[in-house]
Every structure is written in C-alpha cells, then in structure tokens.
C-alpha cells in the first residue's frame, strides 16, 4: 500500500486527463524558471518518497504528506500549462498550502517537545543519588576516614545520629580490614573497596550474606594482617596503617593482573655514610626517618598508596596506573627530599641519602606479595651497599 503514496503513480494520469479536458485558447505561458524549479523539488520528493518505501522505514505519515506537497506543486505549472479548468490549478494550491501548514506545525510540535524536555531529566544521578538507591548500608568516607554520605540503611543500621556519625572517624564504629562488625541490631558482614581518595563500605546482615562471608574468609584470609584494636586505618604521616599493606599490595597486584594494567611500585629509606665520624643509633635513625616520611606524602598524588613501615624505617609507595618512567620521575623529585628537610652541616657529616628500588608490573606475569617485596628489599639492599 505504500507505492500508492508514490507521486508518479497520480501525476502522470492526472496529466493525461488535463491533457485531454483542457483548451488551447486557455493556455498560460509558465516561465521556464517556474518549470525548472517546479520539477526540481518534485523529483527530490520523489527520490524521497522511493526512500522512505525500499528502505521499509516507519514514516506513514511522512509519505502522505510528501505525497499531498508533490501533487499541489506540479498541478498548478500543469493546469495552466495545458488549458484545464483554473479550479484545478486553485485546488493545487490548496494542497500545497496545506501541505506546507501541516509541515510547519509538525515542525513546531517537535521544536516545542524537545525544548519541554528540562536538563534535569536527562542528567545522570549524582554519586549520592546513586548511593541513595542502594538498598544495602552503604557510606563514603574520604582518605582520613571522615564520613561524606550514608544512605538511610547505613544509619538505620548503626542506629546512631547522623550528626554523631559525622563527627567521628569510621574506624570509630566500623573495624576496618574486619569482616564483620557486631551492632545493636545485629552481625553485619563488611565489604570495603577504596576508590581513588574515598572508601567505599558496604553492611549486609550475615544471615543474608553467608555464602560470601565464608568465600571472602577463604580468599582473603591468608593475606588480610589484622589490625591493632583501637589503631586507625591511616597513621601520623597520612599514610595507610601498615597492617593494611599486604591486604592493599595484593589487592593492586590483582587488579593489575585482571585487567593488565600498570603498577609501579617504590621502596625507600636513608642511607647513611657508615664512616660518618658521628655514630647513629636506631633511635635517631627512627627520627630521622620521620622527618623524611612526613615530607613525602604530600608529594604523592591522590590514587598513590603508601605504607610507612617503621620498624625497617622504609616507606613502600604503591602507583596505581604509572609506567616505569613515571615512577622514576617520582624518585627524581623524592630523591631532593634529605636536601629540604635536614640542614646541610646534619646531612653531609651524616652523608643521610635517599636510598630506593622500584619494581614494575604490566600483569603479565604471576607476582604475589610475598614474592614482590623479596624483589624490592633484594634491590633496596643492593643499592645500599653501591652508594654506600
């Protein structure tokens, strides 16, 4: 039915009928410009018509009002061309200004609907909209453990003010690296995931969670290091505690290894020069490490993760998404660190230096913690005894 909206199918009969009904001595002479445009347009409405018909598109209306536009513009140069009756060139014209209406009203209603639509219904839901929506307990806090937003099941759970909650570190009513945490209303499985410079954590009661609680107990287990009741998940520097250091390694060698991204990994200290004629005790080392891993971290970016590990005096940096390249840049610039921190008189009798390795991984290649810190103490040590 569609080929009957096809403008030939109707024009050429009503041509031949014009033809025959009309009167020489009525004749109008139509300029040859008119012809030429009239036939222009017609013809593109009928490679239009053809379009809308092969291509099997979903336009009825559209062919009906292509259909109604072609026929009032070529009967009005026709009538008068061939001598038919005017009526029929003023019928034509009636088509085509009511073609030309209907057109300009669709358009209109599409120009008005769209404009209707306001940019609130089509933006995409804030961070806290989408955590709203959760049904699970649910809160953000930032790298100090600082609440920034809770859904209603995360306060009804804790059963707390919100005020309160928001006053106070996370550590103080979740333990962190546990697996559950029991509450006023009950035992509740944990799930934490950090993102970039927040921490996202997720409450479910245990009954609900079982066959998880069990599954993440015999995969986590083994590498997750308890941490010291009452201690924080981020320590006086600013880093991460270093119980969280094997937990947090693991999880970013994985996540390399799953998606086989970069990770770069650095392992510093000071180094001393061991014929200095001042004597160094652990303790003094131990401060002066302080002073050194206190102005590193604010040379770290967001996404790095570092660990002071105090009993070694060394701090492991991890570098999510950072070649070898960039990490070695890195070490350029904490290399100056012993030059801005110590007085000059202090570091050259001591000979205090900035000692380092730094391990690459693409995911390539099986790598576990264990075995990547082997690597970086083997390389730290090396370098050591070389500068020393």
Request: charge should be negative; aromatic fraction near 12%; hydrophobic fraction near 45%.
């Amino acid at each position: 039915m569609s080929w009957l909206f096809f403008p030939p199918f109707f024009t050429i009969p009503a041509t031949i009928l014009f033809a025959l009904i009309g009167d020489r001595g009525n004749v109008q002479p139509v300029p040859g410009l008119i012809w030429g445009g009239a036939l222009a347009v017609y013809l593109c409405l009928c490679v239009l018509s053809a379009y809308f018909v092969l291509g099997e598109q979903e336009a009825k209306t559209d062919l009906g009002l292509i259909f109604f536009l072609s026929q009032g513009l070529i009967l009005i140069p026709v009538v008068l061309a061939l001598g038919a009756p005017v009526f029929f060139a003023w019928g034509g014209f009636i088509i085509l200004l009511g073609a030309l209406s209907l057109s300009f009203y669709r358009a209109t209603q599409i120009a008005s609907g769209a404009s209707a639509v306001s940019p609130s219904d089509s933006a995409a839901p804030t961070p806290n909209e989408i955590i709203d929506k959760i049904p699970l307990a649910t809160c953000v806090t930032n790298n100090k453990g600082a609440l920034l937003h809770a859904n209603s099941p995360f306060y009804a759970a804790l059963e707390q003010p919100k005020e309160l909650l928001q006053n106070n570190p996370i550590n103080e009513i979740i333990p962190i690296n546990e697996e559950t945490v029991e509450l006023d209303t009950g035992l509740w499985w944990i799930q934490q995931e950090h993102f970039a410079d927040r921490y996202l954590f997720f409450l479910c009661p245990t009954e609900h969670c079982q066959p998880q609680l069990s599954e993440q107990v015999q995969t986590q287990k083994s590498f997750a290091a308890p941490v010291i009741a009452g201690s924080g998940p981020f320590d006086e520097y600013g880093f991460l505690s270093p119980g969280y250091m094997e937990y947090r390694t693991t999880e970013e060698i994985e996540r390399a290894r799953r998606y086989r991204r970069w990770l770069s990994v650095l392992l510093l200290g000071l180094g001393y020069n061991p014929s200095s004629p001042m004597g160094i005790g652990s303790l003094e080392q131990g401060g002066y490490f302080k002073t050194f891993a206190k102005a590193v971290k604010p040379m770290l970016r967001n996404v790095d993760i570092g660990f002071a590990m105090n009993e070694q005096n060394r701090v492991l940096i991890l570098l999510p998404e950072t070649p070898l390249s960039g990490a070695k840049s890195l070490l350029g610039r904490l290399s100056t660190v012993p030059r801005e921190v110590f007085e000059d008189s202090l570091r050259e009798s001591l000979g205090i230096r900035v000692v380092s390795s730094v391990q690459f991984y693409n995911g390539a290649n099986p790598l576990d913690f264990p075995k990547l810190m082997s690597i970086l103490e083997e390389s730290f040590e090396a370098a050591d005894k070389v500068a020393s």
